[in-house]
């Protein structure tokens, strides 16, 4: 088998190396993004990245010494779920909140699963769900993008004393005297005021939300190149996409005064983010090709009947993880047919 | 196997026996549920009675003395009697046997299910000036703020409940509006970030009091009297 | 007990310790899982739910252990049913009487106590068979068994979930309580910490135990 053709299989091959340069290549996709969210939110925003990532290397380090499977952090992949899961939260989010967050999500959404390519759920989605549901006011609590002086200063918030309730931004925020802002994101403002931000914001990213949320177009750029390097299953992505479509656009058609347009819900929020770097996480999504556009619209789908439907204003994470949790189940639906289409995907189930 | 297991050697048990069992059993179960039931039930109609009136002294602090009441199918109150039932309403007098304010309930589905609210109205103000949650599956950390935000209990020291010209409804629904945008004295500011447990509370306010305060003002001179 | 079915134990403090450690109905047997998470969000709550299973799991274990020859096997679940039945009633009475409060807190599980396996489990293999004094040691610990296990989630999710324990605050007002530790996840969280645990220690003894016997512990 040539090196690096079959991108889907590769968590459960032998070979270490590809994997590693997988990964590593993910890391690379990353950075841009993680690069844009620095210099839209500032110190605060660095220095959760560096608390997630480096945490989850810590966790992993030490759970695979305990597990004895000597030392799994060299191939990388832990390192996008740290990237991934500072991206996931607000940029002023306590650090140790986030350092919760990323040992909860290696440690139990991974390392106790067994580890790379034994774990059910994308670990940087598991660490945010719980840390949504432990701390639900400071993972709700935005503030304002291009803040003057974000490069010298701190989110009050950020450096909070751990265990201790997040140190309050309103004043700081007043501060800033930045006249348009109202504590929201995008979403929020759709959902409970049923105003639209302009598209060309929320598409280059000039909004508020969470770390790495923001930009689609960068993001897309990102996931597009990961793609022509043959990183990532593309049907996975996209069909994250149309699904948000197919549930976004009747009810547009509708009434458009109540329900966002199609444009809107796929570039606000995390859905594009979650589309080309989470949802195609290898080890958690199905194995088949029909599998992986039934995965994809599920997750779409899902993520837009939560947001405009359900309590919270964005549900790409919990979309993703239900799409996770329902993978092997589409996996062997899926199987039969796909049985001597080729011999590949036959193998790949064995694997598996 | 099976013999051996039994205590009575006899092949086959005899009918009367598994009978005598179970209606032993039953008949003992029911003695014992009985008895324990007898000895509860004062102290347990007590302790509703404490609760009830905890309740309605926290939303009325300067009571002493609670009377219930009763919303008729008529539009006005009566007093607790056999025979009566409906809604109760909770009239608070202090010392000197002044009205000092009404108690009621009032129900909304918030995020987490029904949150039950008892409210207080003031005669003199005509308006509700106390609110306390007496149970709700809300969010810890959202839902309580409910009942401990210092800044939404503003809401309640004096929300506007007048009548109508014709008595029979509130001259202004009372509506949860967007944190920050409170500008009438009959709208109560919601809490950013717990939109729609505040909004359940607008909807258990307008519901309780467009029934209550109607039969509360028609009958307000006879409630008075009522200490 | 259940592998000897036929044969008297003879009192031991042994009787009694099975249930708090070798037997744990929580932490060894995994039985009577729906109270133990869903109504362990605090230690009062949890110690009140353990004390009511206590109440009701010896006091229905004495009567069917003297009853124990008179009961004909045909219909002995049932007749266990309607005893353990009525004693739940009582219970449930009680508990009204002394708070609503506690009452409203404990919701359904006080009628479910009815249900809950481990009682059952005691009276149809151990109450049955063994005589009063050793079944009301030995379900005495399987009770304090269980509400051990009920107050190790429930202080362990009070403590995190809201910075209390008993409802006195431990820290400082700034102290973050981790909601989701009072939500019923909360419960899946910390009973899967506990039984790690649990098993942790449970092969540790094994490899000792097998090291001392002489045979070469499990090669890694």
């Known amino acids: 088998m040539a090196k690096g053709i079959e991108i889907r299989t590769s968590p459960h091959l032998k070979r270490v190396m590809s994997v590693e340069r997988i990964m590593r290549t993910v890391v690379l996709a990353l950075l841009p993004i993680c690069a844009f969210a620095v210099y839209q939110f500032g110190l605060s925003a660095l220095l959760l990245l560096l608390t997630t990532t480096g945490v989850s290397i810590l966790t992993e380090w030490f759970f695979s010494r305990r597990s004895g499977q000597g030392n799994t952090v060299s191939n990388w992949s832990v390192v996008i779920t740290g990237l991934l899961l500072g991206l996931t939260l607000p940029p002023g989010f306590p ?69 201790m309730q997040p ?85 547009w058609l509708m009434d458009s005064a109540t329900y966002p347009s199609p444009w809107f819900v796929l570039c606000s929020g995390g859905l594009m983010l979650a589309a080309w770097f989470m949802a195609s996480d290898m080890v958690a999504s199905p194995v088949t090709a029909r599998g992986a556009i039934l995965y994809g619209l599920f997750i779409g789908a899902l993520t837009v009947v939560i947001r405009l439907f359900g309590g919270l204003s964005e549900g790409v994470m919990y979309a993703v993880l239900l799409g996770n949790a329902v993978g092997p189940l589409i996996s062997s639906w899926t199987q039969p047919r796909v049985y001597g289409v080729t011999r590949k995907s036959a193998d790949k189930r064995d694997a598996a | 196997m099976e013999a051996q297991n039994q205590s009575r050697p006899a092949a086959a048990t005899p009918t009367w026996a598994m009978l005598r069992t179970l209606g032993g059993i039953a008949l003992l179960s029911g003695l014992l549920v009985a008895l324990v039931y007898q000895v509860t039930l004062p102290i347990i109609a ?14 009325l602090p300067q ?35 002044n009205l000092v304010g009404v108690a009621f309930t009032g129900v909304a589905v918030g995020y987490a299910g029904p949150i039950r609210v008892m409210f207080a109205y003031d005669p003199e103000c005509r308006c509700l000036n106390g609110s306390k949650v007496l149970s709700s599956n809300e969010t810890p950390g959202f839902g309580d703020k409910l009942d401990f935000d210092p800044e939404f209990l503003k809401n309640f020291e004096a929300l506007d409940a007048r009548l109508d010209a014709e008595g029979r409804a509130l001259a202004n629904p009372i509506v949860t509006v967007k944190h920050g945008t409170k500008n009438q004295p009959w709208e109560i500011d919601g809490i950013s970030g717990a939109t729609i447990s505040s909004k359940a509370m607008g909807r258990a306010a307008n519901a309780a009091a467009q029934r209550a305060v109607p039969a509360i003002e028609r009958d307000l001179a006879w409630l008075k009297q009522q200490h | 007990m259940a592998e000897l079915p036929n044969t008297q134990e003879t009192l031991t403090p042994d009787t009694f310790l099975r249930g708090l450690w070798e037997e744990n109905p929580v932490f060894v047997m995994l039985l009577g899982m729906c109270p133990v998470l869903a109504v362990t969000s605090t230690t009062m709550n949890a110690l009140a739910m353990g004390l009511a299973t206590t109440f009701v799991l010896v006091c229905s274990s004495l009567l069917v252990s003297l009853l124990r020859n008179w009961i004909p096997k045909q219909v002995r679940i049932a007749s266990y049913i309607v005893i353990i039945a009525t004693f739940v009633t009582i219970v449930d009475y009680s508990i009204q009487a002394i708070s609503l409060e506690l009452y409203a807190a404990l919701g359904a599980f006080i009628q479910l106590i009815v249900a809950n396996c481990v009682i059952l489990g005691r009276a149809e293999a151990y109450a049955s068979k063994q005589r009063l004094t050793t079944t009301f040691v030995n379900s005495l610990g399987m009770g304090a068994g269980f509400t051990l296990a009920l107050l190790a989630l429930g202080t362990v999710r009070e403590i995190l979930g809201n910075g209390t324990i008993l409802g006195i605050h431990l820290f400082s007002p700034d102290f973050q309580p981790w909601v989701v530790m009072i939500l019923p996840p909360g419960g899946f969280f910390v009973l899967g910490a506990w039984l790690l645990l649990f098993n942790w220690l449970r092969l540790r003894k094994e490899r000792k135990q097998a090291e001392q016997i002489g045979v070469t512990a499990h090669a890694r």
């Open chain 1, 95 to 163: 650090l140790w909140m986030a350092a919760v967050a990323a040992f909860v999500g290696v440690g139990l959404g991974k390392s106790l699963f067994g580890g790379l390519g034994y774990n059910v759920m994308n670990p940087a989605l598991v660490g945010r769900a719980f840390v949504q549901a432990a701390f639900p006011v400071a993972i709700t609590t935005w503030t304002p993008a291009f803040a003057p002086g974000r490069f010298g200063e701190l989110i009050p918030s950020t450096l909070t004393l751990p265990f």
């Open chain 2, 46 to 59: 007590e302790n509703q009675r404490v609760l009830t009136e905890k309740a309605v002294f926290r939303v």
């Open chain 1, 167 to 251: 140190i309050p931004v309103d004043a700081w925020v007043a501060g800033l005297n930045m006249d348009a802002w109202t504590g929201a994101t995008p979403l929020a403002i759709q959902k409970f005021q049923h105003i639209e931000t302009p598209i060309a914001d929320v598409f280059s990213g000039m909004v508020a939300g969470s770390a790495g949320e923001t930009s689609a177009i960068l993001i897309l750029i990102c996931g597009l190149w990961l793609a022509w390097q043959k990183m990532l299953d593309i049907r996975i992505p996209l069909s994250v996409l149309a699904g948000a479509v197919m549930v976004a656009l009747p009810l």
């Open chain 2, 63 to 97: 009571a002493s003395l609670k009377r219930d009441f009763v919303l008729t199918k008529q539009g006005g109150l009566a007093p607790v009697g056999e025979g009566v039932d409906g809604e109760h309403v909770y009239g608070g007098y202090d010392a000197a046997g």
